[in-house]
């Protein structure tokens, strides 16, 4: 069978083999912080430099780390794809975007960033989004609106995910959706394996091992992303 439209979601999972660690450890703890410490609107609010501190380690990390053998092969589908192929990434590390900058991609792709980037800071005033590469400071003046501060560009639990409507769009078209490297446990996320099987597409998992929604998919391909992906790919180039 061939495949016109693909959607494909990455997790921290994805990531992990580059050295970004992933999030849910055993001990509940998410490198290191509560979740609600560090990556929720009340938690800025309460203590901003524990926030900004914590998205600026994790923004300096990003010049100790590079795109994998999976990243790589998802830029080697995205440049000989020849129907629509959306990326949604749950990651707010750039290593995708790193690897399709080394293989620039064919015109029907495109990648988004569905809980933000860290490589960008936000004004809490006017909603304006820039690059940012450096440290924030704990009340950084925004350049854009004399009220504002600029936040890391990061969706926090109880912000609404980027982009949905395109994502929700691409969802209704495609036939093959394929999940890499994910542990299924947060929303919306986690549920757009559902709305690709009410779209009749066929669902493929890429995971270490199987994750909390592994009954959803058809197929399920487990161990590590920089073996499982690249050979996913070259099955589906060669179809
Ligand atoms: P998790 O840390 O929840 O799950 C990572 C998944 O990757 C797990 O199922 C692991 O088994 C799998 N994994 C680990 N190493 C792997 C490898 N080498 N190859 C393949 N799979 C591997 O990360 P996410 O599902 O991405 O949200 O977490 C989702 C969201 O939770 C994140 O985007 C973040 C967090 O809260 C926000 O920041 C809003």
Redesign the pocket.
């Known amino acids: 069978m061939t495949y016109n439209s693909l959607v494909i979601l990455t ?4 990531s ?2 580059s050295g970004v660690p ?3 450890a055993d001990d509940g703890l ?1 490198m290191g912080h509560r ?1 609600e410490d560090v ?1 929720t609107p009340e938690a800025y609010a309460r203590d901003p430099a524990l926030v900004q501190d914590f998205y600026n380690k994790r923004r300096r990390q990003l010049g100790e780390v590079q795109p994998n053998a ?1 990243h790589r092969a998802l830029a080697e589908l995205a440049a000989r794809w020849k129907g629509d192929f959306l990326l949604v990434t ?3 590390d750039d290593l995708h975007d790193r690897a399709h900058a080394e293989t620039p991609p064919a015109t029907g792709f495109s990648l988004i960033h569905m ?2 980037e860290l490589l960008k800071a936000r004004c809490t005033a006017s909603g304006r989004v820039c690059d940012w590469v450096e440290d924030l400071d704990v009340r950084h003046d925004s350049p854009f609106h004399p009220d504002g501060w600029l936040r890391p560009h ?4 109880g912000e609404m ?1 980027l982009a949905m409507h395109v994502i929700d769009a691409a969802l209704e078209r495609c036939d093959l959706f394929v999940s ?7 929303y919306p ?1 986690a549920g757009l394996v559902q709305q690709a099987r009410r779209a009749g597409a066929r669902t493929v998992e ?4 199987p ?1 909390q929604g592994a009954r959803q998919f058809d197929e399920g391909l487990y ?4 073996e ?1 992906v690249p050979e996913f790919v070259e099955r589906l180039l060669q179809r």
């Open positions: 997790g921290a999972g994805i992990a083999e992933t999030f849910r998410w979740i990556a999976a749950q990651n707010v809980h933000g990061i969706v926090w639990f995910p890499i490297g994910t542990s299924g446990a947060v996320a890429i995971n270490l091992e994750s161990g590590p992303a920089t499982r």
